[in-house]
């Protein structure tokens, strides 16, 4: 029954806004003695029953690299989302906040990280179709842990489902995505080569230089980014190969993280 997962709103004490994201507000809580992180999903803008029949499948997935989804509220409306709290918010501000302070040795582990879960959903045949830096978020020990998996399934606001609608995540889409809507775990392959090119730019926006349809428009013309500064040639391989143009040419996540792994080895 769905009854495991729930939460009842009595359990859960609520204090001040950490942010707001797309899918509603986000609240700082408490859950007995675990501090969490409520997401308040926008009534309206999600499919709440098919919602709710997926949080069960989402809430079997466990792994130290996924941000934890506790439980759910889905009683009444709007719906609660609990998850783990992550000290240091979302990656992107993580990055831009220490810009320049960075070691080497830190950039690769947070690749490592994310390589780490994505390796894990992938063999769980699980898809993120959202993965970017925006999407993962940084615990008080800088452990680096993926959010928001699977969740833009339930979105209905078109303009962030179509890939011509104006918040879809273009610099993150492989080309097939774009033209196809066909998502895979070597679509997310595709997407973690652009977060490996964030962590290396320190959270800059992906071709920023660029609109939408000029990314697309480029990545048509087999354009890629630009190996960022102070990233080594081995990394920027890794990324170059995750944006092969045919899904079947890129590297599986867990030959990624094989990859990654020999290179933090290297003296
Ligand atoms: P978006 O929908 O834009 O991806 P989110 O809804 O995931 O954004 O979250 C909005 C903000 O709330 C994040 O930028 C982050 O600062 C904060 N936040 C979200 N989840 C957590 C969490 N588990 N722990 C701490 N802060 C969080």
Known sequence: SSDKWEIHPDELILREELGSGQFGLVLKGSWHDRQVAVKTLREGFMSEEEFKEEAKVMMKLCH????????????????????????????????????????????????????????????????????????????????????DFGMTRFVLDDQYTSSHGSKFPVRWSSPEVIKFGKYSSK??????GVLMWEVYSEGRVPYDNRTNAEVVEALNARLRLLRPRVCPQSVYELMQWSWKEKPEDRPSFALLLHELACLEQEP
């Open 187 to 192: 679509s997310d392959v595709w997407s973690f």
């Open 64 to 147: 130290e690299k996924l941000v934890k989804l506790c439980g759910v509220v889905t009683q009444r409306s709007p719906i609660y989302l609990v998850f783990e709290f992550m000290e240091n918010g979302c990656l992107t501000d993580f990055l831009r906040g220490k810009k320049g302070c960075l070691s080497q040795e830190v950039l690769l582990e947070m690749c490592l990280d994310v390589s780490e879960g994505m390796a894990y959903l992938e063999s769980s045949n699980f898809i993120h179709r959202d993965l970017a830096a925006r999407n993962c978020l940084v615990s008080d020990d800088n452990v680096v842990k993926i959010a």
